[in-house]
């Protein structure tokens, strides 16, 4: 993980029937100041309205926008196929706004579990609890686990070095962002 915020808004995805979502973003002038959006998209109008709202914020604010999206490791059979049915309702999203193949990141969940919440081989309740409690102590109030879950890729990925090479050397030195600063 990186030592500091990306300048960069990112759209984290937790794709299941039910999907949490977030944006997290650091505004220019604010750099110690995280912004968050975050809902549960279970129709194309709500994936809608979060890639929309996601690259309203980055135009506005002049940043790209990165997806984060969550993948399932050794998951076999018809709940894969269904994730991923529910992953290629998304892809479909971004693809009508020309989100570069190259901007979206796919993690596991082992991988951000462990870099957000510093846990490892939990079961799904006890991870989603642990994210809930993260949750809060980020936002200050309750979300739903999908939310939850959401928001803590999203912090993920503010400090992924997949989020950086995602953007490449040249943007970033564009944004003014180094390792360094």
Excluded at 58 to 77: D, M, N
Excluded at 135 to 140: I, K, S, T, W
Aim: charge should be positive.
């Amino acid at each position: 993980m990186l030592a500091r915020d990306i300048p960069c808004v990112i759209l984290a995805v937790d794709p299941a029937a039910t999907s949490g979502w977030a944006l997290t973003y650091v505004l220019p002038h604010e750099p110690h100041l995280r912004t968050w959006s975050h809902g549960v998209a279970e129709t194309w109008q709500n994936r809608s309205f979060a890639v929309d709202q996601a690259d309203v914020i980055a135009s506005t604010i002049g940043r790209p926008l990165v997806v984060v999206a969550e993948t399932w490791p050794g998951l076999r059979g018809s709940a894969l196929a269904g994730l991923g049915a529910q992953w290629g309702r998304w892809l479909a999203e971004l693809e009508r706004l020309d989100v570069p193949e190259r901007r979206i990141v796919r993690v596991d969940t082992g991988t951000w579990r462990k870099t957000v919440l510093g846990i490892t081989r939990q079961s799904g309740d006890a991870s989603k609890r642990a994210a809930m409690l993260r949750a809060r102590a980020v936002l200050g109030h309750d979300v739903t686990a999908d939310e939850a879950e959401a928001l803590c890729i999203g912090l993920f990925g503010l400090r992924s070095e997949r989020v950086a090479a995602a953007l490449g050397r040249r943007e970033l030195k564009r944004l003014g962002w180094s390792e360094e600063a």
